[in-house]
């Protein structure tokens, strides 16, 4: 069993930077995917970034690419999503997940994903 536990989600004016955390804890096997979804009132939940543990490769949403940025420290058992140049269409409830079946991370689909966080959430004002 994989327990994930989301931190450092806030209110910031657009423009700004957050910080997500994501603290792991449980058996996982040495190559797996780790990524971060969100999901905002009346959409479907939309994958934002992802990475494979073993080769640490990380994938991108078009929409946050070259603003957001996900890494992952095997020591710390954490998973980190840093978010600059935040805009008001960022504001969503963000996610941790896990898939612990491949490190093949570019599909970005929820459904693939076996273990989640509660969330946080992320407001930015315009």
């Known amino acids: 069993q994989v327990h994930l536990a989301e931190s450092g989600g806030g209110s910031v004016q657009a423009g700004g930077s957050l910080r997500l955390s994501c603290a792991v804890s449980?058996?996982?096997?040495?190559?797996?995917?780790f990524a971060w979804f969100r999901q905002a009132p009346g959409k479907e939940r939309e994958g934002v970034n992802a990475?494979?543990?073993?080769?640490?490769?990380?994938y991108s949403a078009d929409s946050v690419k070259g603003r957001f940025i996900i890494s992952h420290d095997k020591a710390k058992n954490m998973v980190t999503l840093q978010m600059t140049n935040l805009k008001p269409e960022d504001t969503a409830m963000y996610y941790c997940?896990?898939?612990?079946?491949?490190?093949?991370?570019?599909?970005?689909?929820?459904?693939?994903?076996?273990?989640w966080g509660q969330g946080t959430q992320v407001t930015v004002d315009s």
């Open positions: 449980g058996n996982t096997p040495s190559r797996h995917c």
């Open positions: 990475i494979s543990t073993g080769a640490g490769i990380t």
């Open positions: 997940a896990a898939d612990l079946t491949t490190d093949a991370c570019h599909w970005l689909i929820a459904g693939r994903y076996q273990y």
